[in-house]
């Protein structure tokens, strides 16, 4: 049996608790039914939900619309959520979770050491199997956002469903046409995230429909071969890097043309240094560019005296180097997760606070809903107040057109002399919080 195919009969099987987990929350695809019947728990659980359909409707314009892709977003999420954690746990970044062994008596390891703190749930349903990967989760989520509670699409189907699902996944490597090592594979959340797509891809393909913002992510995934993501990485990072130490030795490992006999760049500290992919996919590029960064602060460290201790190197790479957006926000959960694993495999201690990798994929309301939020400074200036809405309507639109918002352009275009005076004060209009009047700069 091909990957592919256990990937779609994974995406049925939670697809179908969601559907039935929403139907328990009186969500159901023709109508929002009373919540009378709901314990408190179940009541903030539908709270949520209410809230999700409520955006995606003033998004997608109905409600058969809305409902179709919360299902949709919180099926992807279960999904790549338990697929990372095999892949963790293939690379024993810390013990299992869902992998069960007949010597944990059918359980996960973790599940028995749960219950040997909690034994009180050796009566619940599943062995408290439901509490058990919630607390999991939650204990992931204090690293990375995909598994915390406040991530959009945080919910888990019914306890029964659950189980079959985690059946699933773990009859993956039980599969010899598959095998438990392709847990272990570089690039295996992007081939999942591939394989998870195909049967929407097709659809689409014969339903000769045009093609449209939000099927661009859909019908425009290529997967970049390693070879040009080598050559593209290692000639523009790398030769930017010689350009500044062209006696270093890194240009014995890694193929790079035209390399200076000389200095030609004034070197400049190796965690100030950017790298972008404007169109990050599942982060094939950043991936790569992890390790190249990771030989060059070794190489610093080694050669040039730079007091970065190794087991920061990781930390570093991610929070001051490696930038990336997409308009594809399932691709970009993908991206974080595997630079985290990256990470976690060369310091399992490592805490990443976080990510420069983000999705343009949000929405936001009109802004006079939010035109109070300007108010104060701002609230004579009628010229910023311009700016900024037009901005605001801008960013309305970066789910369709990602990175090819250009928000600075028209900021200076207003503003290019003032602009001027305040990059030369090395101010951030944006990120102080306060909006100043830029007249007084």
Do not use: C
């Not at 998870?196 to 939000?214: G, M, R, T, V």
């Not at 006999?261 to 790569?288: Q, W």
């Amino acid at each position: 049996m091909k990957l592919s195919e256990h990937v779609k009969t994974l995406r049925e099987l939670i697809y179908t608790a969601f559907v039935n987990q929403f139907a328990r929350l009186g969500v159901t695809a023709e109508k929002l039914r009373n919540t009378a019947g709901l314990d408190a728990e179940g009541q903030n659980a539908r709270a949520k939900l209410d809230a999700i359909i409520a955006s995606h409707i003033e998004e997608m314009g109905s409600y058969k619309a809305a409902y179709e892709k919360a299902l949709d977003e919180h099926t992807f999420t279960l999904f790549n959520r338990l697929a990372a954690f095999k892949v963790m746990e293939s690379h024993r970044m810390f013990p299992e979770v869902i992998t069960k062994r007949a010597e944990n008596g059918g359980r996960s390891y973790g599940h028995r050491a749960w219950l040997e703190n909690n034994p009180a749930m050796a009566f619940e349903e599943m062995e408290g199997l439901l509490p058990y990967i919630r607390d999991a989760f939650d204990d992931l989520g204090r690293e990375i956002r995909l598994y915390s509670q406040e991530s959009t699409y945080d919910m888990l189907p019914y306890v029964l469903d659950l189980n079959a699902i985690i059946a699933t996944v773990n009859a993956v490597e039980e599969d010899k046409d598959v095998g438990a090592e392709i847990w272990q594979s570089d690039d295996i959340m992007g081939w999942l995230y591939e394989s998870y797509n195909l049967s929407k891809k097709q659809a689409f393909k014969d339903s000769d429909e045009k093609i449209e913002f939000d099927k661009v992510s859909l019908t425009s995934q290529i997967y970049t071969p390693r070879w040009v993501v080598e050559f593209l990485v290692n000639n523009s990072l790398g030769k930017l890097y010689l350009e500044m130490y062209p006696d270093s030795e890194i240009k014995l490992n890694y193929k790079i043309a035209n390399i200076p006999a000389t200095r030609v760049r004034i070197p400049k500290p190796l965690h100030e240094i950017r790298l972008i992919d404007p169109a990050t996919g599942s982060g094939n590029f950043l991936l790569y560019a992890f390790d190249f960064f990771y030989a060059l602060y070794l190489d610093q460290i080694e050669n040039y005296g730079e007091d970065y201790e190794e087991d920061d190197i990781p930390k570093l790479i991610i929070e001051n180097n490696l930038y990336g957006v997409d308009l594809d926000d399932r691709a970009i959960q993908i991206a974080q997760m595997n630079l985290y694993i990256k990470a976690l495999r060369k310091n399992s201690r490592v805490h990443i606070a976080k990510f420069n990798v983000v999705s343009s994929d949000f929405y936001l309301p009109h802004f006079e809903v939010v035109a109070d939020s300007f108010s104060g400074s701002l609230s004579d200036d009628l010229q910023q107040k311009q700016l900024i809405e037009e901005i605001w309507a801008d960013l309305q639109r970066a789910y369709q057109f990602g990175s090819l918002i250009r928000v600075e352009e028209r900021f200076n275009a207003k503003f290019s002399s003032i602009y001027e005076k305040m990059k030369a004060k090395q101010s951030d209009i944006f990120a102080t919080g306060e909006y100043l009047s830029l007249e007084k700069l």
